[in-house]
């Protein structure tokens, strides 16, 4: 199989210190592994602490020209959540790939090198983390998370964000989740479907700046709430036809 053009979405929040970083590395990456036309897509999900200008500013020195990886930049007005971040990003990507990376750093661009020899005979590449050490209180949110998403949706849903799937495969589902939950919804639609993803393990590293902001007991709530909306949706038919991805 041909490489394939792959567009890497990096969504993020008040992430100015770890942004440009993140960024660099992904076009590195895409130089290195991806084929004609791969790009990094950035979503600036409302970010006041001056992470929108140091986007624009790497999408101008990366437009893309002589074969290199293009940077562009999604920007959000106000914070509409990761979830919408990344709808909106999977919405804008060109290339027949899609994968996604935090703009925290916590995954690093490289990681992608372990999905690629997959894509020749998959259309989603799943992942789970090897192990990852964010302390006890995160443990604990995982832990609860997962036991409820075996009780309200049927699987433990321990499979990570970082994806790669073929991006036709968004025409064939609605994706409506506004949290991370997204990153369930998708997977969780497309197996459904008879999509048979393939799996690979994948570490993360420690956050060089800021602290993680899933870590609140509103965030917990409302993942719940959608965890309960998610599960009413997949005993209907509405879930089917995709091009509320991005809306």
């Known amino acids: 199989m041909p490489v394939p053009a792959l567009s890497v979405v990096v969504m993020a929040f008040n992430e100015r210190d770890s942004l440009e970083a993140q960024v660099r590395a992904t076009v590195a990456f895409l130089a290195r592994c991806g084929g004609p036309g791969s790009e990094v897509v950035v979503v600036d999900d409302g970010s006041t602490d001056g992470m929108a200008a140091v986007a ?16 562009r930049v999604v920007h959000h007005p106000t914070n509409l959540g990761m979830g919408v971040a990344i709808r909106s990003g999977y919405a804008a ?11 925290d750093g916590q995954v690093a661009p490289d990681t992608l090198s372990r999905f690629l020899p997959h894509l020749a005979d998959h259309d989603l590449v799943l ?9 006890f209180a995160r443990a604990l949110v995982t832990a609860g998370y997962q036991g409820t998403a075996r009780v309200l949706l049927g699987d433990r849903c321990a499979f990570t964000g970082t994806m790669v799937f073929r991006r036709a495969l968004l025409d064939r589902v609605r994706l409506t989740c506004d949290s991370f939950l997204v990153n369930v919804e998708l997977p969780l639609k497309l197996m459904r479907l008879g999509v048979r993803p393939a799996h690979v393990t994948i570490s993360a590293l420690a956050r060089a700046h800021g602290r993680s902001k899933v870590l609140s007991l509103a965030r917990v709530a409302r993942v719940v709430r959608e965890m309960l909306k998610l599960r009413a949706e997949l005993s209907g038919p509405d879930w089917r036809g995709g091009a509320a991805c991005g809306s």
């Open 127 to 135: 992942s789970t983390y090897a192990k990852r050490d964010d302390g």
């Open 56 to 71: 624009d500013r790497l999408a101008t020195g990366h437009p893309g020209t002589g074969g290199a990886p293009a940077v």
């Open 93 to 103: 990507a060109r290339g027949e790939f899609v994968t996604q990376l935090p703009g």
